[in-house]
């Protein structure tokens, strides 16, 4: 908002000095002279005033109260509460809500560590919410989390949020994990370590930014970190509301290499949503869930795997980072539902 207001003054200011430039052929400018500087003072008290209306305008967007707002170099963080309980949004954007995220991250992580040969060392990118770390937490073979998330605020509010903490039960103050602020692209190519598993976390491919982290160079980075036996999941939006997206980042994970997995769950907040198991070899099931979840069962485990057909997979381009074919599926795809 401040920067939209910011241009507006911009334009306001070279308005008021045409009157000068342009003053014998308007011929009498002093009317104009006195919009151009009230606009201007209406624009400057706006400008100081940013924080305040967006915050009156988020109350009017988000159907809950909003309890945080935040504007940090890279994202929006909002976080509303309602008598079922809280949710995160990034840029507006739903990333969870405390009802049913156990749904969501039981699926995204758990299918990953019952595949891996080992378990010792896992690698998180993206997950600043704390919410991942927090069930791989539940193996004790886990020796060591790093969790990689670009937004030093989102780790820090995972920490200092009383609600957040406890959702995600102090995972990211755990002596086991190790929290890094760095773009997830930039601090693969600079790393030499290599983990058991990997989980990917990254919002949805809805712009470029977040685009190059679904492509093959991004999963050929990935790759080279991988210990023998080792698997990563990646959460791979939906493949009912955006099927050719889900079925675009398979493809771009199969071209990089990988062989893959492709599996579903239903999480109310957000409705069908997908993943990709990816791995160099085969990757078999052969470890036991752990106790205590939520949702996910040894027994109804290989029910993911099944796709009915109107989410069963469709011709998709491989998503490279001189084409971002993906972010083009996404947008086409998400404006057809919203």
Same mark, same amino acid.
């Given at each position: ?176 994990? %190790?929290?890094?602020? *760095? $773009?997830? /692209?930039?601090? +693969? ?6 983990? #058991?598993? &990997? ?94 979840? %939520?949702?996910?069962? *040894? $027994?109804? /485990?290989?029910? +993911? ?6 989410? #069963?997979? &469709? ?24």
């Amino acid at each position: 908002m401040r920067t939209s207001l910011v241009f507006g003054l911009l334009n306001a200011l070279v308005g008021l000095w045409s009157t000068w430039l342009l003053a014998p052929l308007l011929g009498s400018v002093t009317r104009l002279r006195i919009k151009a500087v009230v606009v201007s003072v209406l624009l400057v008290v706006g400008i100081a005033m940013a924080d305040s209306m967006t915050s009156v305008f988020e109350e009017q967007l988000y159907n809950d109260e909003v309890v945080h707002a935040q504007q940090t170099p890279y994202q929006r963080i909002v976080v509303t509460r309602s008598h079922r309980g809280f949710s995160l949004f990034l840029n507006g954007n739903l990333q969870f809500s405390s009802v049913d995220e156990y749904r969501y991250h039981e699926a995204l992580v758990h299918p990953a560590f019952q595949a891996a040969r080992e378990r010792a060392q896992v690698l998180i990118l993206g997950g600043g919410d704390g919410l991942a770390a927090r069930e791989a937490l539940r193996y004790g073979d886990v020796q060591r989390v790093t969790l990689v998330d670009l937004d030093g605020a989102m780790t820090k509010l995972a920490v200092e949020s009383s609600e957040l903490h406890e959702l995600n039960q102090g995972s990211l103050t755990s002596p086991k994990v %190790r929290v890094i602020n *760095d $773009d997830a /692209m930039q601090w +693969l190519t600079t790393t030499t370590e290599q983990f #058991d598993v &990997v989980i990917v976390d990254f919002p949805d491919p809805n712009n470029f930014s977040l685009g190059k982290l679904y492509t093959t160079r991004f999963y050929a980075l990935l790759k080279a970190h991988l210990a023998p036996g080792a698997v990563a999941v990646v959460q791979s939006t939906s493949p009912l509301f955006a099927r050719r997206s889900y079925w675009c980042i398979d493809a771009t994970l199969r071209a990089a290499g990988f062989e893959t997995q492709p599996y579903h769950v239903w999480v109310p907040s957000f409705g069908e949503w997908g993943y990709v198991l990816a791995s160099i070899g085969p990757a078999p099931a052969i470890h036991p869930l752990p106790e205590q979840l %939520r949702f996910l069962s *040894d $027994d109804t /485990m290989p029910t +993911l795997f099944q796709f009915p057909k109107d989410m #069963d997979e &469709v011709p998709a381009e491989v998503n490279r980072l001189n084409n971002q074919v993906l972010v083009h599926y996404y947008e086409e795809e998400w404006r057809r539902w919203n």
